[in-house]
T-cell receptor, first 110, second 112 residues
C-alpha cells in the first residue's frame, strides 16, 4: 500500500511559483499520480494527472522523476484565489488502492 | 455536463434512523466512488463501483450500504449510524478506474 506524504502547509505570495512535493515510496508499477485542489465545504477539483516524466496543462505542471517515488506539483504565478488545500492521490488502476496524501494547505498572501 | 450532483446537501439523523445519500452523473463515467472526509483530513475511500459492480469495499462497517442502480446513479444507504460517522460524504465518478475523478459537492452528515 502506497503511503503518501506531503508537507502540511506552505505560504506564498501573489505572482510566485508554488511547488508542492508528494512522497510515495511504495508506488505500484501501474499507479497514476493525480493532484486535486479543495476549497472549504467543496469537493476536490482535478488539477493534473501523470504517470512519469513531466505533464503540463493550462493551470499546472507535474514533475515525476524516473523512480516515481515522489512527484512535484508546480503552480505558476499563484493568485489569492489559489489559497486552498492540495492533495496528491496515488493509485487508480483496477485492483490497486487509492491513497490520498494528508493534504498541503497553501496560503497565498498579497 | 461535467457535474456530479449529490443530495441532500445537509442531513441530520438520529442513531436509529435509516436514510440514503444520492449521487448522480451524466458524463457516461463507468467508475463511481464514495468517500468520507472528516474536518482537516483527506478523503478516505469507502467504496468503488466499476461498470455497476462493487469492486472495492474498504472494510466499511455494514451500517453503510452502497447501491448502484444504474450507470448514472450511486446511493449510500445509512442505518444505525454512530456520532463518529458525522462527516462530509463525497461522491466521485471517472471515465474508468485510472482516470481523473470528478467530485460532487458532498453531503454534510450529522449523526445525533
Amino acid at each position: 500500500l502506497a503511503k503518501t506524504t506531503q508537507p502540511i502547509s506552505m505560504d506564498s505570495y501573489e505572482g510566485q511559483e508554488v511547488n508542492i512535493t508528494c512522497s510515495h515510496n511504495n508506488i505500484a508499477t501501474n499507479d497514476y499520480i493525480t493532484w486535486y485542489q479543495q476549497f472549504p465545504s467543496q469537493g476536490p477539483r482535478f488539477i493534473i494527472q501523470g504517470y512519469k516524466t513531466k505533464v503540463t496543462n493550462e493551470v499546472a505542471s507535474l514533475f515525476i522523476p524516473a523512480d516515481r517515488k515522489s512527484s512535484t506539483l508546480s503552480l505558476p504565478r499563484v493568485s489569492l484565489s489559489d489559497t486552498a488545500v492540495y492533495y496528491c492521490l496515488v493509485g487508480g488502476a483496477a485492483g490497486n488502492k487509492l491513497t490520498f496524501g494528508g493534504g498541503t494547505r497553501v496560503l497565498v498572501k498579497p | 455536463d461535467t457535474e456530479v450532483t449529490q443530495t441532500p446537501k445537509h442531513l441530520v439523523m438520529g442513531m436509529t434512523n435509516k436514510k440514503s445519500l444520492k449521487c448522480e452523473q451524466h458524463m457516461g463515467h463507468r467508475a463511481m466512488y464514495w468517500y468520507k472526509q472528516k474536518a482537516k483530513k483527506p478523503p478516505e475511500l469507502m467504496f468503488v463501483y466499476s461498470y455497476e459492480k462493487l469492486s472495492i469495499n474498504e472494510s466499511v462497517p455494514s451500517r453503510f450500504s452502497p447501491e448502484c442502480p444504474n450507470s448514472s446513479l450511486l446511493n449510500l444507504h445509512l442505518h444505525a449510524l454512530q456520532p463518529e460517522d458525522s462527516a462530509l460524504y463525497l461522491c466521485a465518478s471517472s471515465q474508468d478506474r485510472a482516470y481523473e475523478q470528478y467530485f460532487g459537492p458532498g453531503t454534510r452528515l450529522t449523526v445525533t
